[in-house]
């Protein structure tokens, strides 16, 4: 049987790994097109894995803090694409 205390361990666990992906991902050797992207949307999962332990903690307000983050990340990420369609 699972139960919060477990699933909050796993969270804190995947946010740590995003947290070293987006740390690898902004110190590459080599610089990708998309990189800025994969940084935000790396931010954007930890946000919302932060969001996600909050709301087992019933923390609501931080957790609704952390999803409104997520939203602006991830409206990020869209400027960037479009501003790159548009120059095709």
């Known amino acids: ?5 477990q699933a909050l361990i796993h969270l804190q666990q995947a946010a740590s790994a995003a947290a070293e992906a987006q740390s690898v991902i902004n110190d590459l050797i080599v610089a990708h097109d998309y990189q800025d992207v994969a940084s935000l949307v790396t931010e954007a999962a930890a946000a919302l894995l932060a969001a996600a332990s909050k709301l087992l903690t019933m923390e609501d307000e931080p957790a609704i803090e952390l999803i409104e983050r997520c939203e602006d990340l991830i409206d990020q990420v869209y400027e ?3 501003s790159d369609l548009d120059e095709i």
């Open 1 to 5: 049987m699972n139960t919060a205390p």
């Open 80 to 82: 960037i694409i479009e």
